[in-house]
């Protein structure tokens, strides 16, 4: 068992059928920033490919009450970009965003029609991978789908596996069974808690 396109639709309300993520990594990203949010970030602010979500937080904050349409859209561009950096496609620093997916976000019809919960699972299972390598000490991705997902999969007890714990817990058995070497089970409650 593992998360898959239908969990990502059902958990994540992300569209899974559609076009296929696929762009170049490799931009004038001061430029396209311009272009589309109609600010260049400051240098220090601009680390390669990827731009500080503080700096986009705090000027794309607040809407102007006099917007036009264009202004409408750069900061909803902007909204949008710090969502997606700040989880579907989060990085281990949780303080910057890729700027890969603003030339997505240039067309709106155009970006309702890509397949966004595909490159989410396909991003979550790359961090995955590498937070497996012995010397990661972090992840990143969209950890909420790993949770809302491990949480639906313990609704069936009969698929998962037993959790049992390692160490003795306080009051989780009664009293005759204290000194029993076997594992003792995990106390109940919300499976938040567990």
């Not at 004038?28 to 970030?41: D, R």
């Not at 731009?51 to 349409?69: C, H, R, S």
């Not at 306080?170 to 204290?178: E, G, L, S």
């Amino acid at each position: 068992m593992t998360i898959t396109l239908q969990d990502v639709s059902v958990m994540l309300g992300l569209p899974i059928d559609g076009e296929v993520l696929v762009g170049s990594t490799d931009s004038n990203w001061s430029e396209l920033c311009l272009q589309l949010l109609g600010v260049s970030p400051p240098p220090n602010k601009l680390d390669g490919s990827h731009l500080n979500m503080k700096w986009l937080q705090d000027t794309f904050g607040v809407l102007p009450d006099d917007a036009n349409e264009v202004i409408v859209q750069r900061y909803t561009r902007a909204y949008i970009l710090e969502l997606l950096g700040g989880s579907y496609f989060a990085d281990k620093s949780r303080k910057k965003v890729h700027l890969m997916f603003l030339p997505f976000l240039e067309d709106f019809d155009a970006a309702g029609r890509y397949s966004w919960g595909s490159a989410a699972l396909a991003w979550l299972y790359r961090e995955l991978c590498r937070a497996t390598n012995p010397n990661s000490c972090d992840i990143a991705s969209a950890l909420i789908l790993v949770q809302l997902w491990a949480w639906a999969w313990s609704r069936f007890p009969h698929i998962s596996p037993a959790i049992k714990s390692i160490q003795p817990i306080d009051n989780a058995v009664d009293d005759a069974n204290a000194d029993a070497d076997a594992d003792q089970p995990l106390p109940g409650g919300p499976y938040g808690t567990r």
